[in-house]
């Protein structure tokens, strides 16, 4: 299984079904991770996408079993924690990455859309948490990581208020939880994916994707991957002084104004 640097560790992946090609940022996570030796719960709403990412990893080698569920609900909230306890008696990293996408400015969208969005984006997240939280005091400790967006940091591309403004407050709800629950061991953590060419983005033009490579000062688009990787960082030990934070995958984005991309885009 190569460098197992999360061996043993029982890891909570919300979202994590395959959605195909390319690959999605939890199905990607939950195979790495197993391939670093931790036991996965793979949670998804649709049970045949949550079956192809457990047997994929337990090809592998790897050990995983799946929870079907929908994360906008607290009871099944509580019931794929309970699992996680059920199954290995702990539970060391929480992988909160649902996501549903919300377009408009704010004078567009509509109550019913907040709500929806709001539900899935950011109330999921919250009540995962909720849960985990007390499961992982007991084990000692553990590490949560959201997936926010760089949308949740700037503004994007296109007017999308209620995806970008959950996104925003899935960062902030690490931070509160890393000040709020340090001092139980438990880290919280927050990665803001960029212009990464995955299933929630696989409708674009090519037109589109050759301009998001282009603002990026990598000049390259992402992957799953490349999240993934970042994940498995801070769910690891190696990042055991280190919460609280946003970290950006963005091939530089972030790091650059518009004017200073000028020569890419001419």
Request: hydrophobic residues 45%; charged residues 20%; neutral net charge.
């Amino acid at each position: 299984m190569g460098n197992e640097r999360l061996q043993d560790k029982i890891a909570l992946l919300v979202g994590a079904g395959s959605r195909g090609k390319p690959a999605g940022t939890g199905y990607a996570a939950a195979r790495l991770f197993a391939r670093h030796g931790a036991r996965v719960v793979v949670v998804d709403n649709n049970r045949e996408r949550a079956e192809v990412t457990e047997e994929e990893i337990i090809k592998e080698g790897g050990r995983a079993s799946l929870f079907v569920g929908d994360v906008t609900s607290e009871e099944d909230c509580r019931a794929m924690v309970a699992a996680c306890h059920e199954r290995h008696g702990r539970l060391d990293i929480l992988f909160n990455n649902v996501a549903a996408p919300g377009s408009g400015r704010v004078t567009d969208v509509s109550s019913d859309e907040l709500d929806e969005i709001f539900a899935v984006n950011l109330r999921s997240m919250m009540l995962a948490c909720k849960y985990a939280i007390p499961l992982m005091k007991a084990s000692g400790g553990g590490s949560i990581i959201n997936i926010s967006s760089i949308d949740g940091l700037r503004t994007g591309m296109h007017p999308n208020v209620p995806y970008a403004v959950t996104k925003a407050g899935a960062a902030h709800l690490a931070r509160v939880i890393a000040v709020h629950h340090g001092r139980d061991n438990i880290r919280a953590n927050c990665i803001a994916p960029g212009h990464i060419y995955a299933p929630f983005v696989r409708h674009i033009s090519e037109e589109k994707r050759r301009l998001r490579q282009t603002v990026a000062p990598l000049g390259i688009e992402g992957t799953a991957w490349d999240v993934a990787t970042a994940a498995l960082f801070l769910a690891s030990d190696d990042a055991r002084w280190i919460s609280g934070i946003v970290l950006p995958v963005d091939g530089g984005v972030l790091a650059a104004t518009p004017l200073a991309v000028y020569e890419n885009l001419t």
